[in-house]
């Protein structure tokens, strides 16, 4: 996580000032977020059929390789076609890791204590989140953007080193009926978030989430740059800032919880994040730009976290790799074309209009699940 923090911010920054362009980074990221989208379908099988510890290593040590060729590659010159190959190519690996990484967890811990390991996961990778951005926005305003991308490759062969030091159990494999029949096996995922009310309902609104909020980093970066005329080293100490509410919200999400159960929970999250939004278009200077960017990722991460474990909970295990990956296929599915839109929309009309559509629809969203199963308290019960 700490590696991935300088790959959030020298990418960006590195088109930034390899072309001008802003549209050019909202393109970027959704032809990464389509290549996550494509290897989504096919992540759940290949997580639910193999070893998950297997997978974990894998993944990272071919996005060590991935990562590597970018800093090697620039030493003769800016290449930006290199990122439209090598970004897409490890957001799709990326994808297969982020499914084998959430389908382990309920493993480890059991399905009382889910969400709180989710909590602990999640505030250990925003406290690496923390210090990371800082440290990228130093690095790349000393040494150069490429040497923070470098950073980020050696992060994942030392991250793989980490996992091949824990040990998984063993899942249970998929039935042989659905073995037999490659088609089953490859939508039981999608099949099973459709027949489960509460999943299905939050599967739609989150995938309506991600498309207004996929593309807002790269909106605060050149809301910061362009708007505020801030240096690359307060871009990595904004984000470092907004890490802490990612912490905070981790830390939280397992009371706040218990405390006033599933759905007051994610629907309060989501409605103050809305708001958090749209504070962001109005926000004047540079502080008050991250204090409500930790505001607005300290409640996606306790609406995030929430849902996740509810997808664990009520998961059989031989399908939770398939429901995962069919959950972050369907939910990314519009996530490229909002981020290329609302980067197109930033450079068209200003970063202060684009803010206050994506919270307003973001507010929007909380409104309409009061009207759905999502309400409940305690969906994970059976009934």
Same mark, same amino acid.
């Given at each position: 996580m700490?590696?991935? *923090?300088?790959? @959030?911010?020298?990418v960006p920054l590195l088109i930034l000032h390899a072309t001008g362009s802003v549209a050019q980074m909202g393109l970027l990221t959704g032809v990464s977020g389509v290549a996550s &989208?494509?290897?989504? &379908?096919?992540?759940?099988?290949? &997580?639910?059929?193999?070893?998950r510890r297997t997978l974990l290593i894998v993944c990272d040590l071919v996005r060590f390789v991935l990562y590597a060729v970018i800093p090697l590659a620039w030493l003769a010159g800016p290449r930006i076609w290199l990122l439209y190959v090598v970004l897409p190519l490890a957001s799709a690996v990326g994808m297969v890791f982020q499914v084998a990484y959430v389908t382990a967890v309920r493993g480890l811990v059991g399905d009382e204590k889910v969400t709180e390991a989710n $909590?602990?996961?999640? *505030?250990?990778?925003?406290?690496?989140?923390? @210090?990371?951005?800082?440290?990228?926005?130093?690095?790349?305003g000393w040494v150069g953007l490429t040497a923070a991308?470098?950073?980020?490759a050696v992060s994942f062969a030392v991250s793989a080193i980490g996992i091949s030091l824990i040990r998984l159990s063993r899942h249970a494999p998929a039935p042989a009926a659905e073995r037999d029949r490659p088609w089953r096996e490859l939508v039981a995922g999608a099949v099973f978030l459709w027949r489960q009310p509460v999943l299905r309902v939050l599967t739609i609104l989150l995938s309506v989430f991600i498309f207004m909020t996929l593309g807002l980093t790269d909106i605060v970066i050149y809301r910061l740059k362009h708007d505020l005329?801030?240096?690359? *080293?307060?871009?990595?100490?904004?984000?470092?800032?907004?890490?802490?509410?990612?912490?905070?919200?981790?830390?939280v999400v397992a009371r706040v919880r218990r405390k006033l159960g599933f759905g007051p929970a994610w629907i309060g999250a989501h409605a103050i994040a809305g708001l958090a939004i749209v504070g962001i278009g109005f926000a004047g200077s &540079?502080?008050?730009?991250?204090?409500?960017?930790?505001?607005?990722l300290a409640c996606v991460s306790v609406a995030g976290i929430c849902s996740m474990s509810l997808r664990q909970q009520v998961t059989p295990d031989h399908l939770l790799g398939r429901v995962t990956s069919a959950f972050?296929?369907?939910?990314?599915? @519009?996530?490229?074309? $909002?981020?290329?839109? @609302?980067?197109?929309?930033?450079?068209?009309? $200003?970063s202060t209009p684009v803010f206050v559509f994506a919270g307003a629809g973001c507010l929007l969203l909380?409104?309409?699940?009061?009207?759905?199963p999502v309400r409940q308290r305690h969906p994970e019960r059976p009934v």
């Open positions: 700490a590696g991935d *923090s300088f790959a @959030l911010i020298a &989208v494509t290897a989504g &379908v096919f992540a759940g099988v290949l &997580v639910d059929r193999f070893d $909590g602990k996961l999640y *505030s250990t990778a925003a406290a690496a989140g923390i @210090l990371g951005p800082m440290l990228a926005g130093a690095v790349a991308i470098a950073i980020n005329e801030q240096p690359d *080293s307060v871009v990595g100490v904004v984000l470092g800032v907004g890490a802490v509410g990612t912490m905070l919200g981790a830390l &540079v502080w008050g730009v991250a204090a409500i960017m930790a505001c607005y972050w296929t369907i939910h990314f599915a @519009l996530g490229p074309v $909002g981020a290329a839109a @609302l980067t197109w929309g930033a450079a068209r009309f $200003g909380a409104v309409i699940a009061l009207a759905t």
